[in-house]
């Protein structure tokens, strides 16, 4: 039975050391030597301490034989040197043996390296605070680093600042160029951030394209601008992803507490307040926390609440604003655009709630809204005896990319009975370059419906020759941009003149639109551009007054 249990303790994997009631080594088996290094003659006769490297204190030894002098086992976890002088970690047990008066007449320990364990324990955790795409930091990691940064600096009176960073338009790039192109760009602008901020800052990826800066040790607003803005100078040089050469910029909000906010959160929802702010003024830029903001923020909140019911209210309403062959002054055609009859604002114009249907994703049902309205108003004007006139409606990019776009208006065609040539869709020019066969495939079923197509804001975007050749466009409308100045700057009179010759030359009609006045309108007849848009000649009118005036230009 004794060799037995002798062989056993020779096998087991685990350390087995037994001193005597001074703590003077008498055995150690096999695995003792095969883990520390030590072989039975460099520690039999010795104190097993020679294993400690040092970093147990006296009271650690003093609670540990008070604890085995009283006859009860020992248990802790040490980090203990093996002969070659590396570390491990090891899970100790000391267990008293006690003859038969009860005293104390040996110690057995037994040990485990547990160093794998630690070390796996270590990563995981490492991997639990950092993201996995950027190795940055992330949200549970910072939240807990901008915990301690506010303790501590209430504690010593001093500041901490947050900056708030969100990527302008990286939807866009995921979109055009695919996500492994998104992912790889994250990561060379993790690279570029940690080379910006100064040491000791903390950087962290919080989702997404958000990225969060926690700074604890600056002297005034001055230097969060200054540190801002290097964070923006440094997007100016473009990124390499897949022979791509890609421009980004970003948009930053700053709080800083304790006078923005004296916990996390608080902190947090004001820098990131700020930051929609910053997206607002034109994005590529940072701004700084203000209460005002938050007042913003609820404005827009109750906005947004107002316009998820404004359809289902009827509140919508269509503006017409009249195209017109300046050579007879006849109006050929009409531009939909849509207002918002609030019960307390009153009208509120596109540009204050267009951003809103986009980001909740109303602009589907209200754009098909639009397209009804706009197509059953056109079949009432043929009724009533005017004649086709020409139906321009705006079309947004997730209606245009939508699959099911295409039926939906075979639909609304079909209902209200309209010849669909008289119907133009306008569209902008990114939303042709997005996917070039997707978008070829998109305007060919739309085509087969006999619809008409317009290139709106022309001149702002791509300005492409190559897809005006490739994709069924008939009408161009030269940008507002462009005919504002075009009295007194030469550089837009050439724009203008070259589009002008340029749709000549490929047969497309082309319309002047914001034209303001008979000056602007005069240069334009003289560049043989006709057919023209603005409030020289009416601006957006409600239907009925829309009515009344193709109703007297039938009696000219």
């Known amino acids: 039975m004794l060799n037995h249990l002798r062989h056993i303790i020779e096998q087991t994997a685990d350390i087995i050391v037994i001193t005597d009631v001074h703590g003077i080594t008498e055995y150690v088996n096999p695995a003792f030597e095969k883990i520390t290094g030590y072989s039975p003659d460099d520690i ?12 147990q204190s006296k009271k650690f030894y003093t609670h540990m034989w008070n604890t085995l002098l009283a006859g009860n086992i020992y248990c802790n976890t040490l980090i ?8 491990f970690h090891a899970e100790i047990s000391i267990t008293p043996l006690v003859d038969e008066n009860a005293d104390i007449t040996h110690f057995i320990a037994t040990a485990r390296d547990i160093s794998d364990d630690i ?28 915990q301690q940064a506010i303790s501590k600096a209430h504690h010593h009176h001093r500041l901490v600042a947050i900056l708030f960073l969100d990527l302008d338009r990286f939807k866009h790039i995921n979109d055009s160029l695919g996500h492994s192109a998104g992912d790889q760009l994250l990561q060379q602008l993790s690279e570029r951030f940690r080379k910006t901020i100064r040491e000791g800052d903390t950087i962290a990826r919080f989702g997404g394209d958000e990225f969060v800066i926690l700074l604890d040790d600056f002297d005034s607003n001055n230097s969060l601008s200054l540190i801002a803005q290097k964070i923006l100078n440094s ?43 910053a997206k607002e003024l034109g994005k590529n830029n940072f701004q700084y926390y203000s209460e005002a903001m938050t007042a913003h923020v609820f404005e827009h909140l109750s906005l947004e609440n107002n316009l998820r019911h404004a359809l289902e209210r009827n509140e919508f309403l269509l503006y017409y604003q009249p195209q017109v062959d300046a050579r007879s002054g006849k109006i050929f055609g009409v531009e939909a655009l849509l207002r918002w009859q609030h019960p307390e604002l009153g009208l509120v114009m596109p540009n204050n709630f267009i951003s809103l249907l986009e980001e ?22 043929h009724q009533s005896g005017m004649g086709f006139v020409h139906m321009s409606v705006n079309l947004s990019s997730r209606q245009f990319n939508n699959k099911h776009f295409t039926t939906s208006l075979q639909n609304i065609i079909k209902d209200t009975r309209i010849n669909p ?12 370059m997005r996917n070039t066969s997707s978008v070829i495939s998109a305007l060919k079923n739309l085509n087969n419906l006999g619809v008409r197509f317009a290139i709106d ?51 497309l009609n082309v319309i002047a639109e914001g034209v303001e006045t008979h000056a602007q309108l005069d240069i334009l007849k003289t560049k043989q551009c006709h057919y023209i848009q603005g409030n020289v000649f009416s601006p957006a009118i409600p239907a009925v007054e829309m009515t009344q005036m193709l109703a007297d230009q039938l009696l000219i």
């Open 80 to 87: 203990n040197k093996r002969k070659n002088g590396s570390m």
């Open 235 to 277: 997007l100016a040089i473009p990124f390499a992803i897949n022979n791509h050469e890609i421009f980004i910029t970003a948009s930053i909000g700053i709080s800083i507490s304790p006078n923005d906010g004296e916990d996390p959160d608080t902190l947090l929802r004001n820098a990131d307040i700020a930051m929609y702010r």
């Open 421 to 432: 040539q008289y119907l133009e869709l306008e569209l902008t020019e990114s939303m042709l």
């Open 44 to 55: 039999i006769g010795k104190n097993p301490i020679l294993l400690s490297p040092g970093r």
């Open 119 to 146: 070390r796996n324990k270590v990563h995981l955790k490492y991997l639990v605070q950092h993201d996995c795409l950027t190795d940055l930091p992330n949200r549970n990691l910072f939240l807990d680093r901008l």
């Open 457 to 507: 804001d022309f001149g702002t975007g791509y300005s492409s020759l190559n897809y005006l050749r490739r994709f069924p466009i008939d009408t161009i409308k030269i940008d507002r941009a462009f005919i504002r100045d075009i009295t007194h700057d030469t550089d837009d009179l050439a724009i203008c003149s070259a589009i002008i010759g340029m749709t000549q030359s490929l047969s």
């Open 360 to 381: 909740t994703g109303l602009i589907e049902p209200v754009g098909i809204w639009v397209l009804e309205t706009a197509c059953q108003q056109s079949r009432q004007w």
